[in-house]
């Protein structure tokens, strides 16, 4: 009976407060981050009266508002678990124990170490194909596309601002279709050169509409998610059928489809959404650490068509 009057307390506090999580509808809570920023920080709620004694956070830019939440949050946390009550976000976030003054340190380390996979795959893929290909170069992009995607995604789970914000959302759709992009060009490999840059100009496009759209409006969550899923979901189709088609042929198609398999069963931890286990590791973070030996596949498919593709001209 006592849970139901805390939910029910919790979602009328939510009603009154207007768009905000559970967590920081609590009148303790703002209460707590008010005195604190009263006391502890400037009128610009950016800079400490006195100089920080945390130097790292310096560092990474915190405000000493955002501090402030941060320092507040916990007690509340502490006090919801002793109680046995559910534990909500905080400002549209769960809780987060901050390691180096990193926000989110499990999903920075998983984003690293899909940028290392990634890197350590690319460099097999040159010490074996050292022959001159047209696709040894789309290899080369995607490389480059999917690097930049982990560290933005590493930059923005360590401090999430508008811009990093932006940057990981831009860079995480740019390496999705550029996926979608490596398969149609694989696909049209043999095809007429106008059908391949129609292909080529049309993903353009669909990028930079995409990236302008993030740009120039508020931000639209399920409108991002909505693209990432729908271009995922169309990729991974064209390399199941390539694979299934040209199976006798190609042998090698198989990683590909061990790589959608991966992908989509990876897939599945964000669909789930829990408080961080030690309050560190969520679903999300989690969904990064099953991403990583994906890159596997993915370049040993390259690896195999590019030397399918040389025996092609050799003969």
């Known amino acids: 009976m006592t849970q139901y009057l805390f939910v029910l307390i919790i979602l009328s506090l939510t009603h009154v407060f207007g768009d905000c999580s559970l967590g920081d509808s609590f009148p303790s809570y703002r209460n707590c981050v008010l005195e604190c920023t009263e006391k502890r920080c400037d009128k610009d709620g950016v800079r400490y009266k006195r100089s920080c004694c945390i130097a790292v956070l310096d560092v990474f830019k915190w405000k000493c508002?955002?501090?402030?939440?941060y320092d507040c949050m916990w007690p509340m946390v502490e006090g919801l678990v002793?109680?046995?009550?559910?534990?909500?976000?905080?400002?549209?976030?769960?809780?987060?124990?901050?390691?180096?003054?990193?926000?989110?340190?499990?999903?920075?380390?998983?984003?690293?170490?899909?940028?290392?996979?990634?890197?350590?795959?690319?460099?097999?893929?040159?010490?074996?194909?050292?022959?001159?290909?047209?696709?040894c170069n789309i290899w080369s992009l995607y490389t480059l596309v999917s690097a930049n995607c982990w560290i933005w995604s590493a930059v923005f789970h360590g401090r999430d601002t508008m811009f990093t914000e932006l940057m990981d959302y831009i860079s995480?759709?740019?390496?999705?279709?550029?996926?979608?992009?490596?398969?149609?060009?694989?696909i049209l490999l043999y095809s007429n050169p106008i059908v391949k840059n129609t292909f080529m100009v049309i993903c353009s496009l669909a990028f930079i509409y995409h990236s302008l759209y993030l740009l120039t409006t508020e931000y639209d969550y399920k409108y991002n998610m909505t693209t990432n899923l729908l271009v995922g979901g169309v990729t991974g189709t064209a390399m199941l059928i390539w694979a299934v088609l040209n199976r006798r042929r190609m042998g090698h198609g198989k990683y590909l489809i061990f790589y959608v398999l991966g992908m989509t069963l990876a897939s599945l931890l964000e669909l789930a959404d829990f408080p961080p286990l030690l309050w560190t590791f969520d679903a999300h973070s989690l969904w990064h650490l099953a991403t990583a030996p994906n890159a596997y596949f993915m370049y040993k498919f390259a690896i195999e068509d590019c030397k399918h593709q040389r025996r092609m001209l050799l003969k």
């Open 65 to 69: 508002s955002e501090n402030c939440k």
């Open 82 to 135: 002793e109680r046995n009550w559910p534990v909500p976000q905080f400002h549209g976030k769960w809780p987060f124990k901050r390691l180096l003054g990193l926000q989110e340190p499990a999903s920075v380390a998983f984003s690293l170490l899909n940028l290392v996979s990634n890197l350590i795959m690319f460099n097999r893929f040159k010490e074996q194909i050292r022959f001159p290909l047209p696709s």
């Open 172 to 186: 995480a759709y740019a390496m999705v279709l550029f996926a979608f992009y490596t398969i149609g060009y694989r």
